[in-house]
């Protein structure tokens, strides 16, 4: 079993301030995604990273594949209250079985205004 | 929108008794997944389908079974519901053929409690 471990667990921060949460393994992964999920809904994807150094840019959002493919970061640039939710990283293993999908162990963010 | 609703949304049931979860989906995505979701535990697999009467195991899939017998229709079964199940239970599809990097859409989950 794959496992992912994310950091921090719970974030509480003022509207402004930057952020940096992290998802590692010590597994390979064909690719890693970045889901936020809000209260009573789904996951919802925010972007998929497949090169190992990649990175990609969404408005405030910073993602980075490491180059081991084996850990990604996402950078939250002035955090604003909407950015508030639990977010989750997820991959697919390198080799056989790459349907099943591994999800992170998630990180609860609070921006309070 | 993905196409996806998961009934019931939420369920009460006794310990011991059949309970199953149904979802559905109206694009004929090849890939279904059940995943359950627990405080500090994300997200953990149960089952998935890769196909009308392909399924295989997750990594929490004791105590649960499933069944596509159509292709827009993946049903999560747990034969005898236990405490330890009461959890929210998401479906989610992946569409295309199923490499690289495609995403997962999900439901809205369905949150159940066995007492």
């Known amino acids: 079993t794959q496992l992912l471990k994310q950091s921090p667990q719970f974030l509480s921060i003022q509207e402004g301030e930057n952020l940096t949460v992290y998802c590692n393994s010590s597994s390979v992964f064909s690719s890693l995604q970045w889901y936020r999920q809000e209260p009573g809904e789904g996951p919802v994807l925010l972007v998929t990273v497949v090169t190992g150094g990649e990175v990609k840019k969404l408005k405030r959002l910073t993602f980075q594949f490491g180059d081991a493919r084996k850990d990604s970061s996402l950078h939250i640039t002035a955090a604003q209250p909407g950015d508030t939710g639990l977010y989750l990283c997820a991959g697919g293993p390198l080799a056989g079985g790459y349907q099943k999908v591994t999800f992170g162990t998630g990180t609860k963010l609070q921006v309070i205004p | 929108d993905a196409g996806i609703t998961q009934s019931p949304r939420h369920k009460v049931t006794e310990t011991g008794t059949p309970v199953t979860l149904r979802c559905h989906q109206t694009e004929n995505h090849r890939y279904m997944y059940w995943y359950r979701q627990d405080p500090g535990h994300g997200l953990r697999l149960i089952h998935y389908s890769y196909g009308v009467k392909d399924t295989d195991k997750g990594e929490v899939s004791d105590g649960y079974s499933v069944s596509r017998s159509k292709t827009e229709d993946f049903l999560l079964t747990l034969e005898s519901a236990t405490s330890s199940q009461t959890s929210v239970y998401f479906c989610?599809?992946?569409?295309?053929?199923?490499?690289?990097?495609?995403?997962?859409?999900f439901g809205n989950g369905t949150r159940l409690t066995v007492t």
């Open positions: 989610a599809i992946r569409p295309g053929t199923g490499t690289g990097g495609s995403p997962l859409h």
